[in-house]
């Protein structure tokens, strides 16, 4: 950015590459890549944002690291991803129904990140100042059709390597969308689908940083600023 705060360049990245060329098409600076391979260079970067795209990645802990060598100093990082609550109801109903009807499982939803976890993992890729925030967002749908319809739309269909290959009965999603209604129906008759979206925010490390006083050297009693008495435990 320019020292007005005004952007000078935007560069963009994606894994399908007929949407970079398309970007490219109209005049934008993208680059296909995956984001476990990525290929800038050091510090080249005072912004990275990464919309929904890091739920993808089989090697989360790798991304997050390369991410934050692309940043200068104290350059911000904001990522968004689907965490551990999304699509709580459909996991534990396909899981229900296929055991009732084939006598095994099989993944059919990918795995999420826990909120719990992700300050971790920027922490353990060398972020400074991490945060991690999460929102529920329950949508509803007429059916699991309409459903998965959805999914395949938003591009989030089952992406597991070890996934079922083979063609999957009727039945098995008629006794999950029966087993949905009857756990995670609205009252208007509509099934209800959990999504969970972890907000990241962090910093690159930089000298300019605020950072924590060492333990035992404060200077101030926290009751005198609350104007309460202090109680010994």
Known sequence: MSRDHGIETVVASDFAEDYVRGAQQKGFCAVACDEEWIPFGSEVFDLIIAEHS???TNDLPGSLIQLRRCLEPDGLFLASLFGGATLHELRDCLVEAESTVLG?????????IDVRDAGNLLLRAGFALPVADTDLIVCEFDSLESLFNDLRRMGETNAIQE???????????????EIYRDRHCSKSGQLLATFEIVTLTAWSPSDSQQKPLAPGSAQNRLSDALGSDEKPL
Not at 104 to 112: E, L, N
Not at 163 to 177: D, H, I, M, V
């Open 54 to 56: 890091l739920h993808w």
């Open 104 to 112: 095994g499982i099989t993944p059919r939803v990918s795995p999420f």
């Open 163 to 177: 996934r079922t290959r083979g063609l999957t009965t009727n039945r098995l999603f008629s006794a999950a969308e």
